[in-house]
């Protein structure tokens, strides 16, 4: 069975400006590296723009409402989030692909997909355009799963460089849907602290690991092993969403991570071996972050290859530095999730 990519040429279409990190050029080297020199082949799905309930299931309807007005216009939403005239329609398409990809996998046609879509997704709150991001597209991917297939619990995990405030806001007193997010602080939104571990019958669900900057392959490897892996086990995904982030490639103009492609496969092969426990290979990726073009496009070049093989899941290091880090988010997670001492 073969890796579903979701691509599409009018990903160029939201533009907010000759210099802006978030453009279109990011979609431009996908596409082209997809067009002039695929990594494996690949099966493509076409994405479709998600229909107003379906973002409704996560955004206010007067926000919508708002972000449909700006379109034919400009109008900046947040400082550094601008409307053009197709970003609500780009924006649409944006968490429709990311909405067919999963139904592509869960009727079989493939076994786990990467949706390549802008604007990205995680920092759009309820009402609010935030951190170059309108619609929340993993958060509408996550409710489309449980409300449209009836599944009880998605795990949704963010290895960006940014806090998804976004996702940890819309599920932040929910069991149905856990959030995990590694990400470098201090650092924009500000958000995605370790006590932050959900609220109501939530608690426990939602799952930070703030990061100082500089970390390695090895670093990221031995949290997705040693600290997501026994909780996966115990909170047992039927499906698998991941905001894929590229900026915390080494090299990236926002962030201070060093991230290798080869680091993004071997992330990815550890994410498909938790799928493959308890979700039965179910893993969809969905673009956010990633701001050096070359970082970015050798990542997914690296991720796409790792999703189209089946990997024996890699053996997690225990870098050293790292424990001191780790004590409060452990000391949190602890609380709920039996996490073995690496
Ligand atoms: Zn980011």
Sequence with gaps: MKTGVVTDKRFLDHDMGAYHVESPHRIEVLNRMLEEDPPVPYFAIEPRPATEEEVGWVHE?????????????????????????????????????FLRSLDRIMDGTVRNAFSLVRPPGHHAEASQALGFCFFNNVAIGAEHLIRKHGLQRVLVVDWDLHHGNGTEHAFYARRDVMYFSTHQVPLYPGTGAARDFGAGEGLGFNLNVPLLAGKSDADYLHIFERILAPVAAQFKPEFILLSAGFDIAAGDPLGGMAVTP????????????????????????????????????????EVLKTLAKRDSPPAGGSPGALRVELEEPLRTFRRKWDIPAA
């Design 61 to 97: 309807k007067g926000y919508i409402d708002l972000v449909r007005s700006t379109a034919g216009k400009t109008v900046p939403l947040d400082m550094d989030t601008i409307a053009g005239p197709k970003t609500f329609a780009t924006a649409l398409l944006a968490a429709g692909g």
């Design 262 to 301: 080869a680091g993004f496969g071997l992330l990815t092969a550890s994410l498909m071996a938790m799928a493959e426990r308890t979700a039965a290979g179910r893993l969809a990726l969905v673009l956010e972050g990633g701001y050096d073009l070359r970082a970015l496009r050798d990542g997914v070049r």
